[in-house]
């Protein structure tokens, strides 16, 4: 495959500014930018797959520069529905050396900020140098804009549009720069700053966007969506990431395979066919989480996310150590326990189970273990001298419902 064909075949391109792009992709040699804005002390997966994009591209003989926006970041890309909240400058620059420090270690790549070159423009010099190219009709047809004029917007967020096609610009002039890509909802600034540089200099500059990743109900992967997977592991443990990609629907793994891993079409569509046959085997969603997990963290961290899942199945928790056990507890419904307390009365005051007499009836069935060892004692108590670390109890109710009691 071309290069264009193979971002086609896994699901990286949705629009395109011109169709000579796809040559000029195949040929190589473009300077390219994707940028982010700095909402955030860490990326997140929904950026994971952006990122990946600049490194394909890169590997094809293109040059990437990453764009963390530390001035559009105190203005705010609009949102569909309403403003954004403001950022102190404090914030955002304390976000930005930790996007900057993340993209650098992860990617290797060039990092700029876009705070550089609008502190030396002041607001009449913005309006004549800039604004001039835009007409109110103009952005009013834009999408995200179209879709805020009844709810309102503010013309600090209206005017971002100009702030990103500045940057195109600017990378343009300075360095360049021939080609712009984006998530989807970012068609109408990236194509805004075409328009620029073609009214500006007279030069064709290029851009296309990727689909945004969703899970099969289109929920995309964001902050937004109060569903981030972080890529700092301090704020999504490996383990936690393991687990995401372990579960994720059979009818969305392949896509994400395409779209996450650099494996080769032959190796996925191999992951497809067993995926097909025995979805039970787990097989592309183990693949997947390998993939991404050793790319983000080293495969060390990918062997510790597997041995916590393998103890937590197989009960096996004593096996954990404190470490891993803070990480396997993250997702756990946690319940603090003041004193020692018997275990038909915790598992009523922790909600583990509605009664006292359901209480019972799990423990007598052999449902309920206690740092993986079965109990069926209803006089058992819960002991802080037998946690795990002197901290932790882990209950287990049933086969896969986990509870982590936390002794004060």
Known sequence: MTLFEELKWRGLIKDITSPELEEKLNQGGMTFYIGTDPTADSMH????????????????????????????????????????????KEEIMKNYEGLKKQAEELFGFEVVNNLDWYNDINMIDFLRDYGKYFTINYMLDKDIIRRRLESGISYTEFS??????????????TRGCSLQVAGSDQWGNITAGVDLIKKATGDTVYAFTMPLVTDSHGVKFGKSEGNALWLDKNKTSSYELYQFFLNVEDSMVIDYLKIYTFLSKEEIEKYAEVNANEPHLRLAHKKLAEEVITFLHGHEEYEKAVHISDALFKGNI???????????????????????????????????????????????????????????????????????????????????????????
């Open 318 to 408: 004593k096996e954990l150590s404190e470490e891993e056990l803070i990480d396997a507890s993250k997702n756990m419904d946690s319940y603090e326990l003041l004193e020692d307390k018997d275990l038909v009365s915790l598992l009523v005051e922790a909600k583990i189970v509605s009664s006292k007499r359901e209480a019972r009836e799990f423990i007598s069935n052999n449902s309920i273990s206690i740092n993986g060892d079965k109990v069926n004692d209803l006089e058992f108590v819960v002991s802080k001298s037998e946690a795990l670390y002197n901290k932790f109890t882990i209950i287990r109710k049933g086969k896969k419902k986990y509870y982590v009691i936390k002794h004060s």
């Open 160 to 173: 971002y549009m100009i702030l990103q096609a500045l940057d195109f610009l600017h990378l343009h002039k």
């Open 45 to 88: 997966l929904g950026h994971l797959s952006s990122f990946l994009l600049p490194k394909r591209l890169k590997d094809a003989g293109h040059n990437p520069i990453l764009l963390v926006g530390g001035g559009t970041g105190l203005i705010g890309d609009p949102k569909a529905t309403s403003e954004r909240d403001m950022k102190t």
